[in-house]
């Protein structure tokens, strides 16, 4: 069965800090891979996708991921943490083709210090 | 140009009750798929309508049923309450005509049940 890992629960950085998120996916193929924001009591916020092509995906707010078939990982970084960055981030994957149905991890919450 | 948009935001039922929630897609968007959050969790997919008609369903029981209008709107309605029903109720909207729908794949806020 398809299944998506976040390991780290929480995770405390500092203002200015670099920042990455670990995902890694149990999938027979390649799948469609996504990284989305939750701020609470909010919906999801697309940060990211990696459909194909180049494995270094830019997104919004400043966040890029990089996606390694050979560790079936797909890692969100930042260069800098910024306070308003604090958050609940959640990695996604979905079946290329066929019906768009997002399988999440748990989630990471990300708590940043000034 | 309006989002995906639920209701309501928050509800309390009591155990056993029934609940309606509601979702108006975004604009263009003819699929919808709810997803079901509960505290400290990712959300998890309870079902897709497409055309009016359930495409896909989860692993959830059949308490958990639906419905598309042909405005494209949808209801999730939820059987004999449990406690464990409590959670946020996210609503997707995404269009069918693009090569691949995730690039229009949009969520609402959510809908906070509470079950006492």
């Known amino acids: 069965a398809q299944s998506v890992t976040q390991p780290d629960i929480h995770i405390t950085v500092s203002e200015g800090a670099s920042l990455e998120l670990r995902c890694n996916y149990s999938?027979?193929?390649?799948?469609?891979l996504f990284w989305y924001v939750q701020s609470p009591g909010q919906g999801l916020q697309l940060l990211l996708k990696?459909?194909?092509?180049?494995?270094l995906v830019q997104g919004i707010k400043g966040f890029e991921a990089e996606f390694k078939r050979s560790q079936s990982s797909f890692n969100l970084r930042k260069p800098s943490v910024h306070w308003s960055d604090a958050a609940e981030y959640f990695c996604?994957?979905?079946?290329?083709?066929?019906?768009?149905?997002?399988?999440f991890g748990a989630g990471t919450r990300l708590a940043v210090h000034p | 140009d309006a989002g995906v948009t639920q209701s309501p935001t928050h509800l309390i039922k009591t155990r056993g009750q029934q609940v309606t929630l509601r979702c108006s897609p975004k604009?263009?968007?003819?699929?919808v798929s709810w997803y079901q959050q509960a505290l400290g969790q990712g959300p998890q997919f309870i079902f897709q309508?497409?055309?009016?008609?359930?495409?896909q369903r989860g692993n959830f029981p059949d308490r958990f049923s639906g419905h598309q209008f042909p405005n494209y709107s949808s209801e999730l309605n939820v059987n004999a309450l449990l406690l464990g029903d409590s959670a946020l109720y996210l609503c997707?909207?995404?269009?069918?005509?693009?090569?691949?729908?995730?690039?229009?794949?949009?969520f609402g806020s959510g809908t906070r049940l509470t079950v006492v």
């Open positions: 997707a909207s995404s269009p069918t005509h693009l090569r691949d729908a995730f690039y229009g794949y949009t």
């Open positions: 999938y027979g193929a390649t799948p469609y």
């Open positions: 990696y459909f194909s092509g180049d494995t």
């Open positions: 996604a994957v979905a079946l290329s083709g066929g019906y768009n149905k997002l399988i």
């Open positions: 604009s263009g968007h003819d699929t």
């Open positions: 309508y497409y055309e009016e008609e359930e495409r």
